[in-house]
Nanobody, 128 residues
């Protein structure tokens, strides 16, 4: 069964850090760009970051997280990570990962329509 599973969420104080993991089963991740998205209560799901296939040389970030979040991948572990630093209350959301079904080698895209096999999400709460 093809699926992605997110983990690593939790409760953290403002200014703190968390590392989210997105682990694939049923397929090899290295051939796909992977995106991270988030959805806060009452808001639409929004794109956060993405990483290109293979060595992940191309990464992109939403303006709201640029400079605070990084994304990386370990193809041996079939996992993509989202390192979140300097967290703010407005980062509170359920975070999801998904794969780009039409990956263009060396690139990653922010359009949600390109993504499939969404995980169940992991909750991140930033609060004092």
């Amino acid at each position: 069964q093809l699926q992605l599973v997110e983990s690593g969420g939790g409760l953290v104080q403002p200014g703190g850090s968390l590392r989210l993991s997105c682990t694939a089963s049923g397929f090899g991740m290295e051939s796909y760009a992977i995106g991270w998205f988030r959805q806060a209560p009452g808001k639409e799901r929004e794109w956060v970051a993405c990483i290109s296939d293979r060595g992940g040389r191309r990464t992109r970030f939403a303006d709201s997280v640029k400079g605070r979040f990084t994304i990386s991948r370990d193809n041996v572990k079939n996992t993509v990570y989202l390192q979140m630093n300097s967290l703010k209350p407005e980062d509170t959301a359920a975070y999801y990962c998904a794969r780009d079904w039409h990956t263009i080698p060396g690139l990653c895209e922010f359009l949600q329509e390109r993504y499939e096999f969404w995980g169940q999400g992991t909750q991140v709460t930033v609060s004092s």
